[in-house]
């Protein structure tokens, strides 16, 4: 925009927040054809003259305001530059003033740390600190073991404080050793029984380990188990008039599951439903559990499954034994060598009841009553297992306080026997 040509004096005042402009005459170009167009438009060009200075002013106002943030900004990069390059040189100072004082102190060769710790710790110091706690320690032990020999040397029952323990040991002793005499007299006693089972445990050794070969040739494996099962079932089953047949060697609707097959009433007449015992002497998973008992009924045939294992370390994982599952599922523990068939005879029944309930009408078999006589049996052969459990637990509590007694007894004669040496070293012939 080139200056304005002024015919008569300027004036330029600003009042109200408002630019008042009197006598002024503008010739650029630019300004003249802007106000002629809005003149042959038909516009106001006081409006066009207005909008023109306060763009401009806006634009003027940018453009120092630019100016003087490159401005700042060179005067920032100076300053700056100034302040890196004083605190390089600072920090050089403190690097090497550290590194300075950390040689002084943990040069390994001249530093003062390992001085102190040679001086300290060094077999060849004689302020170092293993030979002072030596020293103590040597001291402390001369006055303990000259304070103890005064104790045993001294014979006044009123200085002495042992006096009354050790003529308590001699006494002890002296039963301990009578007692010991007996106890060998019984043992021989005894040796002569133990020499008799001797030879008859010898010869059911022999047997038994002619048992375990067998069952290692993995032919004739959970065999014996399985007989001794279905030997049992048998006997409970023909109580009720029921037929039990071993059918493990026998095939089935589609293979071999189950090894003992019992038709309800079959001794009288047709079978009014069948029950599948599974012999394991192994443990199985939860779905093997029910995978093999779900086998068992569908190739025989059957209502109701039980599994029948020899202990408690037998049952499958996260199940219990005389707790029923699905409805039509057991387990149950049997052991041929404990001898005791309760549990069996209990798991019997209840599959029996079970089985009488799904086939038989309310005109023979009060369902209800049948139920509740049911859950009074499941009740207390719970009952049963507890005190079964409490008296195994019991037996194993018992054996262990033997145990321990046996040891704390080892233990009180290793002691007398060590303080009697003591006093057969300490005190002089004579004093007793």
Same mark, same amino acid.
């Given at each position: 925009?080139? @200056?304005?040509?002024?015919?008569?004096?300027? %004036?330029?005042?600003?009042?109200?927040?408002?630019?008042?402009?009197?006598?002024?005459?503008?010739? !650029?170009?630019?300004?003249?054809?802007?106000?002629?167009?809005?003149?042959?438009?038909?516009? !106001?060009?006081?409006?066009?003259?207005?909008?023109?200075?306060?763009?401009? @002013?806006?634009?003027?106002?940018?453009?120092?305001?630019?100016?003087?943030?490159?401005?700042?900004?060179?005067?920032?990069?100076?300053? +700056?530059?100034?302040?890196?390059?004083?605190? #390089?040189?600072?920090?050089?100072?403190?690097?090497?003033?550290?590194?300075?004082?950390?040689?002084?102190?943990?040069?390994?060769?001249?530093?003062?740390? @390992?001085?102190?710790?040679?001086?300290?710790?060094?077999?060849?110091?004689?302020?170092?600190?293993? %030979?002072?706690?030596?020293?103590?320690?040597?001291?402390?032990?001369?006055?303990?073991?000259?304070?103890?020999?005064?104790?045993?040397?001294?014979?006044?029952?009123?200085?002495?404080?042992?006096?009354?323990?050790?003529?308590?040991?001699?006494?002890?002793?002296?039963?301990?050793?009578?007692?010991?005499?007996?106890?060998?007299?019984?043992?021989?006693?005894?040796?002569?029984?133990?020499?008799?089972?001797?030879? +008859?445990?010898?010869?059911?050794?022999?047997?038994?380990?002619?048992? @375990?070969?067998?069952?290692?040739? #993995?032919?004739?494996?959970?065999?014996?188990?399985?007989?001794?099962?279905?030997?049992?079932?048998?006997?409970?089953?023909?109580?009720? #008039?029921?037929?039990?047949?071993?059918?493990?060697?026998?095939?089935?609707?589609?293979?071999?599951?189950?090894?003992?097959?019992?038709?309800?009433?079959?001794?009288?007449?047709?079978?009014?439903?069948?029950?599948?015992?599974?012999?394991?002497?192994?443990?199985? +998973?939860?779905?093997?559990?029910?995978?093999?008992?779900?086998?068992?009924?569908?190739?025989?045939?059957?209502?109701?499954?039980?599994?029948?294992?020899?202990?408690?370390?037998?049952?499958?994982?996260?199940?219990?034994?005389?707790?029923?599952?699905?409805?039509?599922?057991?387990?149950?523990?049997?052991?041929?060598?404990?001898? +005791?068939?309760?549990?069996?005879?209990?798991?019997?029944?209840?599959?029996?009841?079970?089985?009488?309930?799904?086939?038989?009408?309310?005109?023979?078999?009060?369902?209800?009553?049948?139920?509740?006589?049911?859950?009074?049996?499941?009740?207390?052969?719970?009952?049963?297992?507890?005190?079964?459990?409490?008296?195994?637990?019991?037996?194993?509590?018992?054996?262990?306080?033997?145990?321990?007694?046996?040891?704390?007894? #080892?233990?009180?004669?290793?002691?007398?026997?060590?303080?009697?040496?003591?006093?057969?070293?300490?005190?002089?012939?004579?004093?007793?």
């Amino acid at each position: 925009m080139e @200056a304005a040509t002024q015919l008569r004096q300027a %004036h330029v005042s600003v009042q109200d927040g408002r630019v008042l402009l009197d006598h002024l005459l503008l010739r !650029d170009e630019v300004v003249v054809r802007l106000v002629r167009d809005r003149l042959e438009a038909g516009d !106001d060009p006081a409006r066009a003259i207005t909008d023109a200075i306060e763009i401009g @002013a806006r634009v003027l106002d940018r453009e120092q305001t630019g100016a003087n943030a490159e401005f700042v900004k060179t005067e920032f990069e100076k300053v +700056s530059a100034r302040v890196e390059n004083e605190f #390089g040189e600072r920090a050089r100072t403190v690097a090497e003033l550290l590194g300075k004082k950390v040689d002084e102190v943990f040069d390994p060769d001249t530093g003062n740390l @390992a001085r102190s710790l040679d001086e300290l710790f060094s077999d060849g110091s004689s302020n170092a600190v293993q %030979h002072q706690v030596r020293q103590v320690v040597t001291e402390v032990m001369q006055r303990s073991r000259e304070d103890l020999r005064k104790q045993f040397l001294s014979s006044d029952e009123g200085v002495n404080p042992l006096a009354d323990f050790k003529q308590s040991t001699v006494e002890v002793l002296k039963r301990s050793a009578a007692e010991q005499h007996a106890t060998n007299t019984r043992l021989l006693e005894r040796m002569g029984e133990l020499s008799q089972r001797i030879h +008859s445990l010898s010869a059911e050794k022999e047997k038994l380990e002619e048992l @375990a070969f067998e069952r290692e040739r #993995g032919t004739a494996k959970g065999r014996t188990y399985e007989e001794a099962v279905a030997e049992a079932i048998d006997a409970v089953a023909a109580v009720q #008039g029921d037929l039990a047949e071993a059918v493990g060697d026998q095939g089935g609707a589609g293979g071999r599951k189950g090894d003992v097959l019992v038709s309800l009433d079959a001794c009288s007449g047709p079978a009014r439903g069948r029950i599948v015992f599974e012999a394991k002497d192994r443990k199985l +998973s939860r779905p093997g559990f029910v995978e093999e008992l779900d086998c068992a009924m569908a190739q025989r045939d059957a209502d109701y499954a039980v599994m029948v294992v020899p202990g408690e370390n037998e049952i499958p994982a996260k199940l219990h034994a005389l707790r029923e599952y699905y409805g039509d599922k057991l387990i149950v523990v049997y052991d041929p060598e404990e001898g +005791s068939t309760l549990e069996l005879q209990f798991a019997y029944r209840l599959a029996r009841a079970r089985v009488a309930i799904k086939r038989d009408g309310t005109d023979e078999v009060d369902a209800a009553a049948l139920r509740v006589s049911v859950k009074r049996a499941v009740d207390a052969m719970d009952d049963v297992r507890k005190v079964k459990s409490q008296l195994t637990h019991a037996e194993g509590a018992i054996g262990t306080a033997r145990e321990l007694l046996e040891a704390m007894t #080892g233990r009180v004669r290793g002691e007398l026997g060590e303080l009697d040496q003591l006093l057969a070293t300490a005190d002089p012939p004579g004093d007793y």
